[in-house]
C-alpha cells in the first residue's frame, strides 16, 4: 500500500510540474526556426504566427532562418534542442515526410525526434499550362498529352519537390507520358512556363494568379480533393483521379520530450492566431488556408503525409544525392 501511495503522488506531483510549466510558459524569448530562406511560404507565415503570439504571450517569439540542404540542418536543430518549449520549428511536408524517402539517411527521425502542435495551414498547387497548348479543360489536357506521348514537357521547384512529386504521382494515375524539366524554386520555374520553355506547371495561384488573369496562363485543375472556395469554377484532380490531395502543409513541432501542457498552450494560441481578424487577409492574398489543429491532429496528419509520399518519391525515382 505504501509504494501504491508513493506511486500515486509521484504520478500528482509529475502532473502538477506539467500544469504549472504549461501556466508559467513561457518566461523568455522562443526560437522559431524556419529552415528556409527568407521570403517563402514557411517563412511568412511564421513570422505572421510569431507576431501575434509575442502579444497573446507576452515574449518575443523570433524567426530564425537557416535554410540549405533541403531544410535538413534547421530541421536536425530543432531536433537536438532542449524539449522546454523555448525552440520550434516551422516545418512542411518536405522535411517532415519526403526528406525521409529522398535522402538515403537523415540525421533526424520525423515521427520519433518532434512532438507535433499543430497544422497552421495549407495551400494548393493548381495546374496551369501555356496558352499555347491545344486544351482548355483537364480532360482535354489529358486526352491531348495521351495522343502525343512524351511530347509535352512540365516544370517544377526541383527534383524531389512537391510540385515534382504531385506530376509524378498524376501521371502515374493516368499513365501519361510528360518530361519533367526541374529547376531551382519557383522563381525560375515560374518564368520557364510564361516564357514557354515549359508546358505545364504544377504552383501556388498567387504566383499565378495576375497571369491567368491576362491570359498569359490557363489555370485547369487544383490538385487537393475539392475545390477551392476562392477559385470554385476550377475542378479538382480528385474528380478525375479519386483520392488525389496534393498540397503545401505547414506547422510547427517541438521537440519531442516537451511538456504536454506546453505543446496544448501552443496549439491554442496558433489556432487562434491564424483565424485572427489580421491574419486571414494576409493567409488569403497568400493562398493559405488557415487550419490551427490540435496537437494529435497533426501527428495524424504527419503519418498519413508520410504513407502517401514514400508512394509518391519510390513513383517518381527521385533520390537525393547525400
Known amino acids: ?33 524556419v529552415p528556409y530562406a527568407t521570403g517563402g511560404l514557411p517563412d511568412t507565415m511564421a513570422r505572421l504566427i510569431g507576431q501575434r503570439l509575442n502579444e497573446t504571450l507576452g515574449q518575443q517569439f523570433l524567426v530564425d532562418n537557416r535554410g540549405g540542404a533541403g531544410g535538413i540542418s534547421g530541421t536536425d536543430a530543432v531536433a537536438k534542442s532542449a524539449p522546454d518549449g523555448y525552440t520550434l520549428v516551422v516545418a512542411d511536408v518536405g522535411q517532415l515526410a519526403i526528406n525521409p524517402f529522398l535522402y538515403k539517411k537523415l540525421p533526424y527521425d520525423s515521427i520519433k525526434d518532434f512532438a507535433p502542435i499543430g497544422l497552421a495551414g495549407t495551400s494548393p498547387l493548381y495546374i496551369v499550362i501555356h496558352p499555347s497548348v491545344p486544351a482548355n479543360t483537364l480532360q482535354e489536357l489529358i486526352a491531348l498529352v495521351k495522343s502525343k506521348p512524351g511530347q509535352f514537357n512540365y516544370g517544377s521547384a526541383g527534383t524531389g519537390s512537391i510540385h515534382h512529386l504531385t506530376m509524378e504521382s498524376f501521371k502515374a494515375a493516368l499513365g501519361l507520358e510528360i518530361t519533367h524539366i526541374p529547376y531551382k524554386g519557383s522563381g525560375q520555374s515560374v518564368p520557364a512556363l510564361l516564357g514557354g520553355q515549359v508546358n505545364m506547371l504544377p504552383t501556388a495561384l498567387p504566383s499565378m494568379a495576375v497571369h491567368v488573369k491576362n491570359g498569359k496562363v490557363k489555370l485547369l485543375a487544383i490538385t487537393t480533393l475539392k475545390r477551392s472556395a476562392a477559385e470554385p469554377q476550377v475542378p479538382a484532380v480528385a474528380e478525375i483521379v479519386p483520392g488525389f490531395d496534393f498540397l503545401a502543409e505547414i506547422g510547427l513541432l517541438a521537440p519531442a520530450g516537451t511538456p504536454p501542457a506546453i505543446v496544448n498552450r501552443l496549439s491554442q494560441e496558433i489556432a487562434k492566431a491564424v483565424r485572427h481578424p489580421d491574419i486571414l487577409p494576409r493567409f488569403t492574398a497568400l493562398g493559405i488556408d488557415p487550419v490551427g489543429s490540435t496537437p494529435d491532429a497533426y501527428a495524424a496528419n504527419i503519418r498519413a503525409a508520410f504513407e502517401k509520399y514514400a508512394k509518391a518519391v519510390k513513383v517518381s525515382g527521385a533520390q537525393a544525392q547525400d
Open 1 to 33: 500500500m505504501k509504494s501504491i501511495r508513493l506511486s500515486l503522488f509521484a504520478l500528482a506531483a509529475s502532473l502538477a510540474c506539467g500544469i504549472a510549466h504549461g501556466q508559467d510558459y513561457p518566461n523568455k524569448a522562443v526560437k522559431i526556426i
